[in-house]
């Protein structure tokens, strides 16, 4: 209630909109450490703010062709201009899609149709995002083979792997930028080079990567790569999908002449906008807080790992997202944990948040190595440059007491000294 009144206040004398207060949002009327910030993150209020006007006054159809729905055009092209200059790419190379599991799905259909002659086969990892796993089992369904790539310890998959299970019928390598449960950092670079000398399409599902870390898909090879507005501080249910200019897209929406005729229907307008400001937004601070997330989130581990007992770190010390921080806890359930935590006004989550709830352990970890056991004890802390060191300090206390209160309760765990 308060958050919604106190950013409409300098809009509402600006444009004389009269804003209703949101009422009973659940969840965001109390403070709260928020630590999820790879389930989704905070919308940064400059984009929200962008964002409005669309919402308001500016409600025209982009294909129109009275002024109205020009000004909605305009604000389209430019959030493809900042996002394309984000990447090194061209705007027409720039599609918007409804987030960032469209987009891999999209990935898929347009690379997989351009190679048909050549082949059916498919490399990717063990540990992608089900956006990227499932629409693999979709295409086997269809008669295709899917090499899935083992990782290592810390979740690094080998360019080595990568070019061994590289085959003459081999049409599509799919390697997320950066995991969303430990935070690894991908060799892309090295696997760009790689799919180029072999005349091999690239697609990584950058979700957790764009806006926290630079990509340049010229320098790394990279194909198609998708993003989603709401990993980088825009709005929900609006991502991108870019595809150079070399691989024609197909068509994922039949409809009308929007996005050159390839997902028709009419754009999500405040959504594209609000993107396209986060862009520009995350594109100016990355520096800062890639600077001020590392250095909370390695302030964060390296108390975790020094106080709560027998907890370890999942993933690497380096190479790892900058405000990423995830653990595995013997002994614990990380669900008790975290409902726990949510009572103490923690927000946190274990293992990704697409799989909360069901039974299984985590792919990613059990693909790291991890027993089952231990990759029910996980918790994922994912900070953000607005997250404090007195934040840390209490998520760090508030883990300790809870995990020592689990343990005694459940008798499962036994120290090993
Ligand atoms: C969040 C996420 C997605 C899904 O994005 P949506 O916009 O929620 O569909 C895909 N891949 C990764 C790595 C993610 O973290």
Request: proline residues 4%; charged residues 25%.
């Amino acid at each position: 209630m308060e958050t919604a009144a106190k950013c409409y206040i300098g809009f509402r004398g600006k444009r004389n909109t009269v804003i209703k207060g949101i009422r009973g949002h659940i969840g965001a009327e109390k403070k709260m450490i928020y630590l999820d910030n790879a389930a989704t993150t905070k919308p940064n209020p400059k984009a929200v703010e962008a964002m409005l006007p669309y919402l308001y006054d500016a409600y025209g159809n982009p294909s129109a062709v009275y002024s109205l729905g020009a000004g909605a055009r305009k604000a389209l092209n430019q959030a493809r201009r900042t996002i394309a200059e984000s990447l090194n790419a061209g705007p027409e190379e720039i599609f918007f899609t409804s987030g960032g599991t469209e987009s891999d799905n999209w990935a898929f259909q347009i690379a997989l149709k351009r190679m048909e002659k050549k082949g059916r086969h498919i490399i990717t990892t063990k540990i992608e995002h089900h956006g990227i796993l499932h629409t693999c089992k979709a295409w086997e369904r269809q008669g295709y083979e899917v090499t899935y790539l083992d990782v290592d310890g810390e979740g690094f998959v080998s360019p080595e792997s990568v070019e061994a299970a590289i085959r003459p019928d081999t049409v599509l390598v799919s390697i997320m930028f950066a995991n969303n449960e430990v935070g690894t950092i991908e060799p892309i670079a090295e696997i760009g080079k790689l799919t180029r000398e072999k005349g091999i399409l690239f697609h990584t599902d950058a979700v957790q990567a764009y806006g926290h870390l630079p990509i340049d898909v010229e320098a790394l090879g990279i194909d198609l790569l998708s993003a989603s507005g709401h990993k980088f501080n825009g709005p929900k249910g609006v991502g991108f999908l870019y595809v150079r200019a070399s691989v024609k897209p197909v068509t994922m929406l039949q409809g009308g002449a929007q996005e050159s005729g390839y997902r028709g229907g009419t754009e999500n307008v405040p959504g594209i906008v609000g993107m396209g400001k986060a862009a520009e937004l995350a594109m100016d601070t990355m520096e800062e807080r890639r600077e001020k997330e590392t250095m909370l989130r390695d302030y964060l581990i390296r108390r975790m790992l020094a106080e709560v007992e027998s907890c370890r770190l999942s993933g690497p010390r380096e190479n790892r997202l900058p405000g990423h921080a995830s653990f595995v806890i013997p002994g614990i359930e990380g669900e008790s944990l975290l409902i726990l935590l949510d009572m103490k006004g923690i927000c946190a989550s274990s293992g990704s948040a697409c799989t909360t709830g069901a039974p299984e352990p985590s792919h990613v970890l059990t693909a790291m190595g991890k027993s089952e056991a231990e990759a029910k004890g996980s918790l994922r802390l994912t900070l953000c440059a607005e997250n404090t060191m007195e934040e840390m300090d209490t998520v760090v206390a508030a883990v300790k007491e809870i995990v020592q209160r689990l343990r005694s309760m459940t008798g499962m765990y036994r120290s090993r000294d």
